[in-house]
């Protein structure tokens, strides 16, 4: 017994000088269970928030104003897709399998990002998703790709040159209805109006109310807190919006030079806290939508697997 405790101690310092070098985890060190735990919550979360994410945004594929558009949304789209499946195979390498994280969703016992529980109610959101939902996201993932899990970080790369691509596509096509009628304009303003501040809500709590990050930043896993990170966001989004001519619906909002940063108001946070616990305005529809995605393609997974089973057995 007093073996194995001293071989514990051991592995537990490996694992902290592996952290302090700024080098990288890999599936088959050892990690403490904590570690271990906080990693499969926050991929999972991400793997789900990118799959839940495609519903927001599917729901104008069919109704998209161009061949063209339509061409560009299918293939965003799709992309989120490769990211969830990219994360959920980081799960998987800490001993969590696919089958296992869906479940958890579909039963409401793992959450994803509370935008996606806000509805699309006009074309523009397709544009200020992308501007402002992936543009948030890309200011989350950066730092990710530096993380101290090997799996997870990789994942990022690939998965944050993608996310340029969503940005510059969502403002693309913002710019493109600011050059149109006034109706255009004003569908984009309004569709700008609904998503600012749930956009600012991704980043989490303020950090006050952030018990974990002093954890998850020890780990290495995070590297910067959701208020350094919502201030980058705001920072990096404030000259895009006087370059579209929208206005951002702030009236805190404004340049403080002794700072060097943009001041700004906060978001609602009771409205973060019901969403966050099922009850924004599309949680019930999102889930109830994978569940039955899910529900649908289990002859799929039945099928493959019997097909894995004959292929091993002549093999
Ligand atoms: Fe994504
Ligand atoms: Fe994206």
Redesign the pocket.
């Known amino acids: 017994m007093v073996d194995t405790l001293a071989h514990e101690d051991e592995l537990q310092e490996l694992f902290e000088a592996t952290i302090a070098r700024h080098d990288r985890l890999e599936p088959r060190d050892w990690m403490p269970e904590g570690y271990r735990r906080t990693l499969v919550r926050q991929i999972a979360q991400h793997a789900h928030s990118?799959i839940i994410?495609m519903q927001p945004e599917g729901n104008w594929i069919g109704r998209a104003p161009s061949l063209r558009r339509k061409a560009v949304l299918l293939a965003k789209v799709q992309?989120?897709a490769g990211?969830g499946l990219y994360l959920y195979s980081a799960t998987e390498t800490l001993g969590v399998s696919r089958d296992e994280l869906t479940e958890m969703l579909i039963d409401g016992r793992q959450k994803y990002s509370s935008i996606f529980n806000y509805p699309t109610l006009s074309y523009a959101d397709v544009g200020t998703i992308g501007w402002l939902v992936?543009g948030a996201?890309i200011c989350n993932q950066v730092p990710l790709c530096r993380t101290s899990f090997g799996p997870y970080g990789r994942a990022m790369i690939r998965?944050c040159k993608?996310?340029s691509f969503?940005q510059r596509q969502g403002f693309e096509l913002l710019m493109t209805m600011m050059r149109g009628t006034e109706e255009q304009q004003a569908m984009v303003q309004e569709s700008v109006d609904r998503f600012w501040w749930p956009a600012l809500m991704m980043f989490g709590p303020p950090d006050a109310d952030s018990p974990n990050t002093a954890q998850s930043m020890a780990w290495g896993i995070k590297t910067h807190t959701n208020d350094e990170l919502r201030q980058k966001f705001v920072d990096m989004t404030v000259p895009q919006a006087a370059r579209l001519g929208v206005t951002l619906p702030d009236p805190d909002l404004r340049w403080n030079p002794e700072r060097g940063h943009h001041d700004f108001g906060q978001p609602d946070w009771q409205e973060f806290a019901r969403v966050v616990k099922g009850h924004g305005p599309c949680n019930a529809q999102r889930v109830a939508h994978r569940r039955q995605a899910w529900e649908d393609g289990a002859w799929v997974r039945e099928a493959a697997t019997a097909y894995a089973a004959k292929q091993e057995e002549s093999a």
């Open positions: 990118e994410g992309d989120e990211h992936d996201a998965v993608e996310e969503h």
